[in-house]
């Protein structure tokens, strides 16, 4: 995944093969996306607590840990590109099982199911996309993330401008559903067909392992940091996902179409951030873009937090999404490098440490808002920025300019 790769003519199957895999990347944030600015309907409309709601979003990484793992037999048995299309599909239909959910342990269910098909499109598409990436020569990867953070804004304009025009949840999301469920059955045709077959690399050492120590010993060490930072980015994403269209209607008295808009602004500003990323990582190396980043993200929310209003709110999230928009692709590629681990083994263990964040973050946050008010919940948004201050020193400066990103 981070091998040097020799630029070569794609092929008209290739081309067509990365317009579907980036389509997939695209709809796997459209959907969920569209739920988010109307959560707080959601959490009234079933007389829900603020903890209650962070416990049922919870069940969202519960699932992605428990069903996760089921997509490797999934891309071996069926191929990546089918899994990715095909579960696509179903991932919208279980996003929209939620507006019919009657009550709590319903809606915690249907989460977990959604929770658990995110994860296997996402190993799916990221494993396609790999694929395709390996008939260019040439890295890819960050586009198609690129175009995943693009869909999120989509998703959260469309949700937002649902939530102004008072369409009721049932029908805003079986719509999406119907319409973009048709759009990836269209794409699944495209895909590259036959089974994935996995090429050796030799990905370069991202992270330095401690002196004296072995390489077994140092890589699990250094897992345990990009795992810290991994969950740290899943805390600054989660606040945006679960909790400013909340802060921004219950705390700043916005409408609900402006609620929306703090999710939006995150979204906007991590994907400018990851369309630039690869430039900026290139001049002034990972260490300093991850470092400077967190420092960016505990300064943004701090200002949204000291200074409550709906300006620095959305500035404040702006700010959140530009700092964390290159860390996990970094955490990705130093995991998936590490020496002394078996391929792929780096890079799984952070992505579950990456989900194991996700999971915590919305009942934390939820927990302290409903003790102290949310305000004090995010505070913890601060802390992750800060960690990723302090432990963003353990990447290498430098980077593979074509290192891919998963």
Do not use: K
């Amino acid at each position: 995944m981070s091998a040097v790769l020799s630029p070569a003519t794609p092929t008209r199957a290739l081309r067509r093969a990365r317009v579907a895999v980036a389509v997939c990347f695209a709809l796997n944030a459209i959907f969920y996306a569209n739920l988010v600015p109307r959560l707080p309907e959601l959490r009234d409309d079933l007389g829900l607590s603020n903890s209650a709601l962070g416990l049922a979003l919870a069940g969202v990484p519960l699932g992605a840990l428990v069903l996760g793992p089921a997509a490797a037999v999934l891309v071996r048995r069926y191929s990546s590109g089918l899994v990715a299309s095909y579960g696509s599909i179903v991932l919208g239909i279980g996003v929209a099982a939620v507006a019919v959910a009657p009550n709590w342990p319903v809606l915690a269910a249907v989460l977990v199911v959604v929770g658990g098909m995110d994860a296997i499109v996402d190993v799916a598409q990221n494993a396609h996309g790999l694929r395709v990436q390996r008939g260019y020569g040439r890295s890819i990867l960050n586009a198609l993330h690129g175009l995943w953070s693009l869909g999120a804004v989509a998703g959260g304009l469309l949700g937002s401008a649902a939530a102004g025009l008072g369409i009721p949840l049932g029908w805003h999301l079986g719509v999406m559903a119907v319409v973009f469920g048709l759009v990836a059955l269209a794409i699944a045709r495209w895909m590259l067909p036959g089974p994935d077959t996995a090429e050796p690399t030799e990905p370069p050492a991202d992270l330095a392992a401690p002196g004296g120590r072995s390489a077994r010993r140092g890589a699990v060490l250094a897992l345990a940091v990009l795992g810290t930072l991994a969950a740290a980015a899943a805390f600054v994403e989660d606040s945006a996902s679960s909790w400013s269209a909340i802060w921004l209607r219950d705390d700043l008295a916005a409408t609900a179409a402006v609620a929306g808009l703090g999710f939006v602004a995150f979204q906007v500003a991590m994907t400018l951030g990851r369309l630039t990323g690869d430039r900026v990582v290139d001049r002034f190396g990972q260490r300093r873009v991850a470092r400077i980043g967190g420092a960016v993200v505990a300064s943004g929310v701090g200002l949204m937090l000291a200074v409550p209003t709906v300006p620095t709110t959305l500035l404040g999230y702006a700010l959140a999404g530009v700092g964390v928009a290159t860390l996990v692709p970094a955490v990705y590629a130093a995991a998936d490098g590490l020496p002394g681990l078996r391929p792929g083994v780096g890079l799984t263990a952070v992505n579950w440490l990456l989900r194991i964040g996700f999971l915590v973050s919305p009942p934390l946050v939820g927990l302290i808002a409903d003790l102290t008010g949310l305000r004090a919940g995010l505070l913890v948004v601060v802390v992750a920025g800060l960690l990723v201050l302090v432990l963003g020193r353990s990447l290498r400066t430098t980077v593979s300019p074509v290192e891919g990103t998963g």
